[in-house]
Nanobody, 116 residues
Framework: QVQLVESGGGLVQAGGSLRLSCAASGRTFSSLSMGWFRQAPGKARGFVASINWSGTSTYYTDSVKGRFTISRDNAKNTVYLQINNLKPEDTAVYYC?????????WGQGTKVTVSS
């Protein structure tokens, strides 16, 4: 079983940056592909980025390419999402999970609010 705790969200102005963290507990973390997902107000949760177990392969949804960077540190059981050049449309609650996601792994998420 894996438990995930997201942190690092906040209120930022457009053009700003944030680094989100996802701390995982459980022995299987280092063997999992991981992903970040987000849910904007009034919308369904959707995929943002993913990274394979070793960190050598990443994938992004088109709207964040060039601005978001996913990374992981298996020694720290943590996956990160560096977000640069934030836009108001990035406002959402951000979640990490395995990729593809596992229902029981969803955490509380971390809220990112971007002001224009």
């Amino acid at each position: 079983q894996v438990q995930l705790v997201e942190s690092g969200g906040g209120l930022v102005q457009a053009g700003g940056s944030l680094r989100l963290s996802c701390a995982a507990s459980g022995r299987t973390f280092s063997s999992l592909s991981m992903g970040w997902f987000r849910q904007a107000p009034g919308k369904a949760r959707g995929f943002v980025a993913s990274i394979n177990w070793s960190g050598t392969s990443t994938y992004y949804t088109d709207s964040v390419k060039g601005r978001f960077t996913i990374s992981r540190d298996n020694a720290k059981n943590t996956v990160y999402l560096q977000i640069n050049n934030l836009k108001p449309e990035d406002t959402a609650v951000y979640y990490c999970n395995s990729h593809p996601p596992t229902t029981e792994y969803w955490g509380q998420g971390t809220k990112v609010t971007v002001s224009s």
